[in-house]
């Protein structure tokens, strides 16, 4: 059982960090806040079973902290810590699902309660994740990130459309694997990188949103949409991502073209990518190979130089990638359908010839 405190008073913390046996139940606490906003972003992050919170705190209350709670984590228990003046407060608490209350100041005996509710909501957590196993597991994850990496849309419309419906889940047990899908999702665009604005407070709205849908078939659907949109989302990421590799490897190409160990190899390496990898985008995107695009560039820059006739064919060999000048010569007699001397020799007659 993973859990989070948040207390302004970080001697409560300090205090229930070091009293709390939390081998002995099993539960592990994953930090603490002194906030209800610093708690909602560690929450939001971890998905936290349980979270022991003040009511009066500074930039989120605790009321406020068990509102955003209770529309986005259905299966996050809170315990409350409150004063003896605060009974209005934990009225209003119990709107969004809090049960158990601990009254402030905190002694041994209230330590001992606390951690007896502790022990009882790690078995039932335990319980609750055996039961979700059946329907969310490593299984489904894989195939979820599998589907967005390939923006395979037709999983997702599989899933949602037959698959979900089958399992014949109540709208309680939907919505929470809504969110937990929902949750990965996001967790996913993170670690590729892409910037959604505010991550954490789109991903907020958006289980907002999925809070206040009151039909499975409402919550489901929402979360297909959701899906499909960030298929979308990845392959934009993707599709930005090969442009940029195709034009490195071009711009590479054009700086370092008189490399006599320029390579598709030294290019990759460069990239820190396979070389299959940079071949196969390049000729997908570019429509030529990376062989040939080096040679068709050398000849280009060869044809070039040779309009400077102080500059012997012997050098520009060099000049342009080409250790030995029979081949060059025969690499750009195979491109332009000329030798390099006829070629030059067709240019000084141009040049000289009278309009």
């Known amino acids: 059982m993973k859990v989070i405190i948040v207390d302004d008073d970080w001697m409560v913390c300090e205090g229930l960090k070091k009293v709390i046996p939390w081998d002995e139940i099993h539960a592990e606490l994953l930090g603490t806040a002194s906030n209800g906003l610093e708690a909602l972003q560690i929450a939001i ?22 509102e955003n709670i209770y529309k986005s984590m259905v299966d996050t228990h809170i315990i409350l810590l409150s004063a003896h003046d605060e009974f209005e407060y934990a009225r209003e608490a119990m709107k969004y699902g809090v049960r158990d209350f ?3 100041p905190i002694n041994r005996n209230k330590i001992n309660q606390l951690i007896v509710h502790m022990r009882e909501l790690a ?23 599998a589907a967005l990496k390939n923006s395979d849309q037709d999983f997702f419309k599989n899933y949602f459309d037959d698959i979900l419906p089958s399992l014949n889940l109540n709208i309680s ?10 949750n990965m999702l996001f967790d996913y665009v993170l670690e590729l990188g892409i910037n959604l604005d505010d991550n954490f407070a789109f991903k907020k709205d958006v289980l907002d949103v999925l809070y ?23 392959m934009t990421k993707k599709n930005a991502r090969i442009d940029s590799t195709v034009d490195y490897v071009k711009r ?10 320029l390579s598709v190899a030294s290019i990759s390496d460069q990239l820190q990518l396979t070389s299959s990898y940079v071949s196969a ?27 400077n006739p102080a500059i012997k064919l012997s050098t520009l060999c060099d000049a ?21 001397t006829e070629y030059r020799n067709l240019k000084r007659g141009e040049s000289g010839r009278v309009h």
């Open 45 to 66: 992050k971890e998905s936290p079973d349980l979270i022991i919170s003040d009511i009066k705190m500074p930039v989120m209350n605790g009321l406020e902290l068990c």
């Open 320 to 340: 342009v990638g080409f250790e030995d000048p029979h081949y060059f010569s025969k690499v750009f007699k195979k491109v332009m359908g000329i030798t390099p």
């Open 252 to 261: 590479y190409i054009h700086e370092h073209f008189a490399d006599v160990n």
């Open 281 to 307: 985008i390049f000729s997908q995107t570019a429509r030529v190979n990376i062989k040939t695009f080096i040679t068709d560039y050398r000849v280009k820059k060869a044809c070039e130089l040779m309009e």
């Open 173 to 182: 047990d939907s919505k929470e694997l809504c969110i937990k899908l929902v």
């Open 123 to 145: 078995e039932k957590t335990n319980t609750k994740k055996s039961f979700y196993a059946t329907y969310y597991n490593t299984d489904l994850e894989k195939s979820f990130i």
């Open 212 to 234: 206040h849908k009151k039909t499975r078939k409402d919550i489901e659907l929402y979360v297909s949409n959701i899906c499909l949109d960030f298929v979308q989302l990845t």
């Open 102 to 104: 601990i009254v402030k």
